[in-house]
């Protein structure tokens, strides 16, 4: 196991710079996800630490050893990718021990490694079919054992679920999460999906254009997300933001939305009459008859999912979606009744984005 550590590490392809001085400081068996939209530069800042991309700037330090000069297999480090890559004439056995024997390793060891991963991720039975003969999850588990069996400082994972249906994802998120509470070794996990890293992950790095938005725990992410773009990216749904002005009612502050309604801000808000902001509320805190301030407005969408309802309803011209739990009895186009606890209110800047 090994800690990783960047310091303002940049990436510039000629005069398009993507990465933006990352920094960031990863413990011995920690597991951090990078999360972020589609070209944010996450996987791109994966293949960096592995030694696939060349690094314009700074410096990614692996146990203490500053290796930006080495190649990756001087890192000691191995990746799962999203493509299995498995070869397709080799038997699991052979493919998990692929990269062992290219590097000499005797035999005996080679079969003892291969054979400890597989035990640990349920393999042992089709060690000696080939990968036409495996399913998607299989194959997936497979890619797994054979960076396991390498016996890696640290662990990257590149979006290797996104290849899955739903039910196989939700499985080897499991699989994933299991293993890292076996082996303990130190993983970075690159995923677009904010649920795998919160359900993974021990620390979340939200990254937007090259750079870092916010890096803490899945719950202070959520709790306390630092500006908008991570309140609307942490959290599904997503969390509603509406547009207001801030205002006084019996000397507490409020935001004042455009048909009147005044929503209650904490006493403690950082906010001045007459400022634009947006406020920020999660569906799950919208409760019919819970104590708080009350919202209503016309239904606009009713999407039963089992165990929940999601209401999208109208607030202000604006389409806001409350979770309601189990079925609950509300029509399209109906009256919609809800409130919100005071301590469960966002408050945004609308010009800086910043939390407030």
Do not use: W
Request: charged share 20%; with cysteine.
């Amino acid at each position: 196991m090994a800690s990783v550590e960047l310091k303002q590490v940049r990436k510039a392809y000629g005069a398009l710079e993507v990465i933006h001085g990352v920094s960031l400081s990863i413990e011995d068996g920690q597991f951090i996800a990078l999360v972020g939209p589609s070209g944010c530069g996450k996987s791109t800042l994966l293949r960096m630490i592995a030694g696939l991309e060349e690094i314009s700037g700074g410096d990614i330090i692996i146990d203490n050893t500053v290796v930006n000069e080495l190649t990756p297999r001087e890192r000691n480090i191995a990746m799962v990718f999203q493509s299995y890559a498995l070869y397709p004439h080799m038997t699991v056995a052979e493919n998990m021990g692929f990269n062992l024997r290219l590097s000499g390793t005797p035999k005996q060891v080679i079969a003892e490694r291969v054979n400890e991963a597989a035990r640990m991720l349920d393999l042992v039975p089709l060690l000696d079919r080939k990968p036409a003969q495996l399913s998607g999850g299989q194959r997936q588990r497979v890619a797994m054992g054979r960076a396991i069996v390498r016996n890696p400082a640290v662990f990257l994972f590149d979006e290797p679920l996104s290849n899955l249906d739903a039910k196989l994802r939700v499985q080897m998120r499991s699989e994933i999460k299991r293993l890292h509470q076996k082996v303990g070794t130190t993983s970075i996990y690159v995923t677009h999906d904010q649920i795998e890293a919160m359900t993974l992950a021990d620390r979340i790095v939200v990254l937007n254009q090259g750079r870092v938005e916010q890096e803490g725990t899945p719950m202070e992410l959520y709790k306390k997300p630092a500006n908008l773009f991570v309140a609307a990216f942490i959290g599904s749904p997503a969390m509603n933001l509406i547009d207001g002005t801030v205002d006084a009612s019996d000397n507490a502050p409020a935001a004042r939305l455009t048909d009147g309604t005044a929503i209650r801000i904490s006493a403690d808000r950082k906010v001045k009459r007459g400022q634009s902001i947006k406020i920020g509320l999660r569906p799950e805190h919208l409760s019919p008859g819970a104590a708080g301030t009350a919202l209503a407005g016309q239904t606009l969408l009713v999407e039963p999912t089992g165990a929940q309802t999601h209401v999208v309803f109208d607030l202000a011209g604006q389409p806001v979606t409350a979770i309601v739990d189990g079925e609950f009895p509300v029509r399209f186009g109906s009256r919609f009744e809800t409130s919100v606890p005071v301590e469960q209110v966002h408050v945004f800047d609308s010009q800086s984005g910043l939390a407030l």
